[in-house]
């Protein structure tokens, strides 16, 4: 875990390497953000998952600079973590014993604030109903931009359909409420249809204006409010791989949404790809921000610029590569806000 300040020229990358032999270097991260007022603290936390049980790794900070003359103020990197487990061996006695029959722990009850599950996926479901039920935006003759559905192979049962047809563009769904002050907000994800580098994910921490209804009771979503925005995105190279992971915040613009987690593999084998069922969580605990994803912690960061009572959602978010014949397209369950103490 690092966190540093920041101001790079264009085509400039700060990252940091891993090395088995302190001469080859693998990049595990870059960030070319521009604050010439280095007022923006980054914190990362980088994965060395495959480095683990080698006898010996190298890591370091770099900074790779193009050819031009543009030259930023740099990298200033500060509070460097490091945190391992030892491997160790633990040798147990033989003993034969029988083990009393335990009593059983009984399953304690979750009282959860919001819980939408989607029945068995009819058009006529509540759940449906307060997340906008059945919605398509139309950008012109036989265009359609981005809408949602309702859909009976959930996890299990009923589930919700969200789909966006255009290039570089974003839409977002949500039952329009309010999550309370202190909260784990969870959600099943299950890839429909990717696309190379696309994002889809959690958004949470939304003022009362990121969604809305309008004044026909349809759903909308402005990107341009203040929010938080959990990433998870698609391989450049194979858009059924769910590669990396990120947290952004947006401030009243959403091209100038910053990384407060910096985007990062998803350790192997985590994240089932097209055609499975995945659980992503953000927990939020005062200042405090956690991620996971299938269980896993994939980042633990403080921030308060969003605290308090406020909305939710699902988002995708298309980039290079999409189309109105096979859009990028999600389907979830389970939306769920459990009230922290």
């Not at 990252?15 to 007022?39: K, R």
């Not at 490091?82 to 059983?104: D, E, G, M, N």
């Not at 359609?144 to 359909?161: K, L």
Request: aromatic letters at 12%; glycine letters at 8%.
């Amino acid at each position: 875990t690092a966190s540093y300040f920041l101001d790079s020229a264009p085509g400039d990358l700060f990252g940091v390497a891993a090395s088995t032999d302190g001469a080859n270097f693998d990049a595990l991260s870059a960030d070319n953000s521009q604050d010439p007022a280095l007022s923006v603290t980054h914190t990362a936390i980088y994965d060395l998952h495959a480095y683990t049980q080698k006898p010996a790794v190298w890591i370091a900070f770099y900074f790779v600079s193009n050819s031009d003359d543009n030259v930023g103020l740099g990298a200033f990197v500060d509070d460097t973590v490091l945190r391992a487990v030892p491997l160790s061996k633990i040798y147990l006695p033989l003993i034969s014993k029988p083990a009393p029959t335990p009593t059983p722990t009984p399953t304690p009850t979750l009282n959860y604030l919001r819980n939408y599950t989607f029945g068995s996926g009819l058009n006529t479901n509540s759940d449906f109903l307060t997340w906008g039920g059945a919605y398509a935006e139309t950008c012109g003759t036989d265009c359609t931009r981005w809408g949602q559905s309702v859909n009976t192979a959930g996890n299990p049962s009923g589930a919700m359909n969200l789909y966006l047809t255009t290039l570089n563009d974003v839409a977002a769904a949500s039952p329009n409420v309010t999550a309370t002050n202190n909260y784990e907000y969870s959600a099943d994800l299950y890839v429909i249809q990717g696309k190379a580098s696309a994002r889809f994910g959690l958004i949470f921490g939304a003022s009362v204006t990121t969604f809305d209804r309008d004044g026909n009771g349809n759903p909308t979503f402005d990107p341009n409010r203040n929010f938080y925005k959990f990433d998870l995105q698609f391989s450049g190279a194979d858009n059924t791989v769910v590669s990396d992971y990120r947290l952004l915040i947006c401030q009243n613009g959403f091209s100038g949404c910053t990384s407060i987690v910096q985007k990062a593999a998803l350790p192997g084998g985590l994240v089932g790809n097209t055609g499975t069922w995945n659980n992503v969580t953000i927990i939020r605990n005062g200042n405090n921000i956690t991620g996971k994803v299938n269980g896993t912690q994939l980042f633990s960061i403080t921030d308060s610029t969003f605290t308090g009572q406020r909305k939710f959602g699902i988002f995708v978010h298309s980039k290079d590569l999409n189309s109105a014949e096979n859009p990028l397209k999600i389907r979830f369950d389970n939306v769920r806000i459990l009230p922290l103490p």
